[in-house]
């Protein structure tokens, strides 16, 4: 069992507010805020202005891989046991570009998946606070903290328009 | 748009009220499916007992109804990509409330396309033969035949289609696991693989998304464009043409789209959804469906002049023969239901009217099927030697199988409608208006 990051949720219902309460938090100095919301939204995703996901580089690797698999392995493959057929060259890449293109498209879809996985830390146990609206109609700002300063980060999200509040 | 702008509580609860316990109806339904699946097993289990010889299949036709269905039903699994990452890339608005019905089909044709070249190979229990990897000899597969290519298309097609369309279900998942107790809830934990809905996760998600739609919109082009490959880069006449690709990716988007609309059809009556799939749904999935239509009579016509202008007697006569020999029915049956049939989705009314539709679009997937059935028999029964012509007729074991097959494709979409939503909450979200105070409106008043 994993430990609980301690920390204060409040929770919203109007998005307007929570973008408010983001920009509060944020120039306040609190960087390692997490947000919660029922579905992706961009007002969101500006106000915490987080920078490019690194899941692109996955998907390039993934597809650079895939690309270079498919014409080596086709071709040495080809060149293990030489078998001319038709007169058709031994390493046929006009045909083999067919495999390195579903290849390409194999390996960088794999190799997606890891990146959103790896990136996102899917398959890994939840060590924040949660509410189970939040994939429903909720809104919610989890603010990492000491203990000691749970009072004075509750008071802030009431402040900052929170209808419920909780620490962990 | 204002017409799928529900308060966010309303639309967890009309979608996932889905997925309560099935009514009788359901149950009566799916209890006929799966005797079809059982016609499909019994018919599949004839052949393996006394061969090959059950089905119609003999010299000069070595493909048949098998690759027929083969062919057809990876043409139905195009739309679902095609809503779901080319329209995605397109910002296509009216693809969120019926993307995720779509894909499942995508998964479910690709799983019943899958079927049969395993039925197709007589000993279904070497299937594992195709994979590419050295015999006993250490000789290799021959990765320059289209048969080979196609291994790779549509598998990778299955792996992609799969792994986007789990990714895309990931927070409905979360959103069920919220509602459900019990050990619903321990399921739906599972696999919901963590997600939180926390603004990282959410970073991440949508990046990656956007990348599998870019990747998958190329390989809905390329996987039909394979599968016609299989016959183009053949000299049989008919079939060696360059237009193939092209052709078929048309025909393949023209009846996944028509399966897309008889399926939601009877489902947005069945489950109450008329609110999520409106008018607006299906005139732009016909509209869809009308273009493609006309690409396809388009192809029909350029075929015939590519076998006049190239002179070829064997080209010339193959065509002929399609329209007025041995197969001119299944010929003009596939000229009516391609081509005229959908003709009436040019009046708008026709397109809102969902009676007319449910019928236009059972035309068009018949006539699909019988378009693949023409390419691949006729060309097949009467290729250049006379002395080596011969018909075919398909036997009550491969028709079994056909229909078995259908069943089949049915079946996992019954189940796929009782287990996770059909539609998808979080994209239907991205539609309505977030919920706001109307703090700043406040304070500008």
Redesign the interface.
Known sequence: MSEQTPGVLGIY?????LI?GIHHFKKAGRKKI????????H???EA?D?G?????RF?LIG?LTGATFGYLF?SF??L??I?P?SG?PVV?LV??T??A???T??F???F??F???L????????K?L?D??????KFGI?IPCSETEYDSVKQSLTEQ?AEEVRSA | MKELNFPFRDINRDILRTLEKPSIGYLVLLTGILAGVGVLGFCFATQVRYGMGVAGLNHPVGWGVYITDFVFWIGIGHAGTLISAILFLFRARWRNAIFRAAESMTIFAVMTALLFPVIHIGRAWLFWWLVPYPNQRELWVNFRSPLLWDVFAVSTYFSVSSIFFCIGLIPDIAAIRDRATGLRKKIYTMLSVGWDSSSYQWRHYMAGYGFFAALATPLVLSVHSVVSWDFAVSIVPGWHSTIFAPYFVAGAVFSGMAMVITILIPFRSIFKLERYLTPWHFDMMARLVLLTSTIVGYSYLTEYYIAWYSDDVFEKFIFWERAFGEYAVPFWLMIFCNVIAPLPLWSGKVRNNFTVLFIITIFVNIGMWFERFNIIVSSLTQEYDPFAWGWYTPSWVEMGITFGSFCWFFMWFFLFIKFFPSLAITEIKELAEPPMSGKAQKEAV
């Open positions: 219902s109007h998005m307007d507010t408010d997490k947000v919660f919301s029922p579905a992706p939204f007002a969101i995703e915490l987080e490019v996901s690194p899941v692109r998907t597809a086709t493959t080809s293990d046991w078998l057929t058709k046929s045909a083999y067919v495999i293109f579903e290849l498209i194999l960088g879809s794999i997606t998946f990146g959103i996985a990136n996102a830390k899917l398959f890994s146990r939840r924040t949660y189970n609206r939040f994939t429903e109609d989890f328009g």
